[in-house]
Every structure is written in C-alpha cells, then in structure tokens.
C-alpha cells in the first residue's frame, strides 16, 4: 500500500544533542511537509517541499532544518533541541493540486 | 498558522447518539477538508468540501459548507467508541499549505 512512513515513531534525545527524524513515502508526491504538534493542539507548519523548493515559514526556529535528497525522502534536523521542542512531529505530503495530506504516524520526540 | 475556531473544543457523547462538529473560517477558500487524528497517531483525511458545494457525504460522515457565514459542520450519525478522536477542519493557505482549525476532542462513551 502507498503510505508515508515515519522513523523512528518514538525519538529520545538529550538537551543540546543533534537529532534527525526521518519519513519516506511511496506515493510519489511532489510536496512533502513537515508539522510540529504539541498536545491537544493543531498541527503547526514548519517547512515544506514543493520538489525541490524549500519553503520555511517565518516562525520556525533557526534550530530546525529540513533535506530533501530525493522525491521519495525527507529528513528533519534539530541541531541543539531544547526542552520546548519536545513534541510530536509530522511528516504530510500532497500532490501539487492541492488535494488532501496523507501523513505518516509521526515520531515522538522527548528531550531528557 | 491557524485560520479559524472549532467548537466544541470537546465533545462527549453516548455511543449511538450523533456529533456534531463545527469550523469557522476567516478568508474566502477554494475548497475545506476535515480530518481525523487518534490518539498518538497521524492524522487521516476524511473528506473535502469543495467551495461550490453545500453538502457531501460519506459513509456516516455528513459535513456541510456555508460560504456566506463563513462556516462548517461535521456530522457523524450512530457514533461509535471507534470514533473517539480529534478532530481538524483546515482550509487551503497559500503556496500548498493548510491552515488549521483547533481542532475538536470527541470522546464516545460506551
């Protein structure tokens, strides 16, 4: 089945410690983006793929990036997480007509 | 970022009653999409409401548009434990992005 695959689904970093997480997707879709959710809240866009065009929102801290080597790929970066990044991150990807997201499950990131 | 309220924020019910939820929205929108998220999982897409449209249907799923009040509805008929979840209106941003509603906590009691 085509499906967006999140890894790891639960992440456990320290304080200050790089941490990447990673999804795939078999669907083939031109954009890919990447959500952050803290609990009970909706999911907050921090940047997206159109192919190869990154698009950053305004508010995302420095402290995140993203790569895209491939169609298939995406990666999320944190280069020194802090405790306010402890959250739930999300990977989506759409085709370019704007039909709907199709997300992966997502990984749990706790900072220690 | 996020365009618009959901209410309830929190919705509890028998199983067998039906819920409703409802969005509000602040800009003019091509087409409005709810989605469902259990707990600790990602979120799945329901179903799209296109701006030309009033009602659609699927399944045990109703949701209706009215662009004049700006404004949605959710409805699940019969509900069931299986149902107990959030869930998210979003309408279309700009350059491919979603802007979402907060989003509404179900919880289906037996």
């Known amino acids: 089945d085509a499906m967006v695959i999140q890894n790891p689904r639960y992440q456990v970093t320290q304080f200050g410690k790089p941490v990447t997480l990673s999804c795939s997707q078999t669907l083939n879709h031109n954009v890919m983006y990447w959500y952050q959710q803290k609990s009970s809240q909706a999911p907050k866009l921090l940047f997206h793929?159109?192919?190869?065009?990154?698009?950053n929102e305004a508010d995302t801290p420095d402290n995140f990036q993203s790569r895209r080597p491939n169609t298939s790929f995406c990666f999320l970066d944190i280069r020194s997480p802090g405790l306010g990044d402890a959250a739930m991150y999300l990977c989506?990807?759409?085709?370019?007509?704007?039909?709907?997201?199709?997300f992966g499950d997502g990984t749990r990131l706790s900072i220690l | 970022s996020q365009q618009g309220e959901e209410d309830p924020q929190a919705l509890s019910i028998q199983e067998g009653e039906n819920a409703t939820m409802n969005c509000s929205y602040k800009?003019?929108?091509?087409?409005l999409q709810w989605y469902r998220q259990n707990s600790g999982r990602g979120l799945v897409h329901l179903i799209l409401?296109?701006?030309n449209e009033r009602e659609k249907h699927s399944g045990r799923l109703r949701v209706t548009l009215d662009t004049s009040k700006k404004s949605s509805s959710l409805l699940i008929t019969a509900s069931r434990a299986a149902d107990t979840a959030s869930y998210f209106c979003a309408t279309e941003g700009s350059n491919y992005q979603l802007i979402w509603g907060a989003g509404t906590k179900l919880i289906i009691k037996p």
């Open positions: 409401i296109r701006s």
């Open positions: 989506a990807t759409s085709t370019q007509d704007r039909q709907p997201q199709h």
């Open positions: 793929y159109y192919d190869k065009d990154f698009n």
């Open positions: 800009t003019s929108i091509n087409n």
